[in-house]
């Protein structure tokens, strides 16, 4: 089975602070993904990655960077952490063919 | 560009009814679709999926049937447990999308009643 592990189930951060979350998978998929969710809003795409060191805008990447030093690893950074970004942060992994995105268990982020 | 739509929930029923989450979509090309459910606290766990017209996905009793037609694949399930309360989100991948991304609908929740 596809495991996708993201570092920290619960993590809380105070406002300004410099946030990294983690994403591991065990797969070697090409494509790794990372969402947000909110309630009443869905999941929406911040950033993805379909290669090593490479990266694409998602729809919502605004106070978002990423970081793909490795295939196996995608990294979210806040670069300067806000209450509005309070939230739910999943990560996902894919093959390059047409295939299912596979989920971590998520992080819940809270910005105090 | 691709959208995906679903019944608005919360979805509520009791234990041993039939389910039936409505989903229909639109996408320029061929896409494949997928259904996954998302436990409370919980990432989101593929359930099945289906690649081309007329395809049924199945798992742990629900279904769901690749309606090229009706741009459609409602998931179902004959009798629904207290366990299958989640949150059940309808996507599609288009095969013109190199990217591998996929298209969400907005999920349904889906409470079950002892």
């Known amino acids: 089975d596809v495991k996708v592990t993201q570092s920290s189930r619960y993590l809380v951060k105070r406002t300004g602070e410099k946030v990294f979350l983690e994403c591991v998978q065990d797969m070697d998929h090409e494509n790794m993904f990372w969402y947000r969710q909110d309630p009443g809003l869905g999941l929406r795409l911040i950033y993805f990655s379909y290669d090593v060191k490479m990266k694409e805008k998602g729809d919502i990447p605004e106070g978002y960077s990423v970081s793909r030093e490795k295939k196996e690893r995608f990294s979210l950074i806040l670069e300067s952490a806000s209450t509005n970004q309070t939230s739910m942060y999943l990560c996902a992994s894919s093959n390059r063919v047409n295939q299912p995105q596979h989920f971590g268990d998520g992080t819940r982020l809270s910005i105090l | ?114």
């Not at chain 2, 041993?16 to 436990?39: D, K, M, R």
């Not at chain 2, 049937?65 to 299958?84: A, C, I, N, P």
């Not at chain 2, 996507?91 to 999920?107: E, H, I, P, V």
Request: proline fraction near 4%.
């Open chain 2, 1 to 114: 560009g691709d959208s995906v739509t679903q019944m608005e929930g919360p979805v509520t029923l009791s234990e041993e009814a039939f389910l039936t989450i409505n989903c229909t979509y639109t996408a320029t090309g061929y896409p494949s679709l997928f259904w996954y459910v998302q436990y409370p606290g919980e990432g989101l766990q593929l359930l099945l999926k289906a690649t081309k017209a007329d395809d049924k996905g199945s798992n742990k009793g629900f279904e769901a049937t690749y309606r090229k037609e009706t741009t459609s694949f409602h998931l179902e399930k004959g009798s629904v447990q207290v366990s299958d309360s989640a949150v059940y989100f309808c996507a599609l991948s288009d095969r013109q999308n190199a990217g591998n991304m996929l298209t969400f609908g907005g999920g349904t929740r889906l409470m079950v009643k002892p």
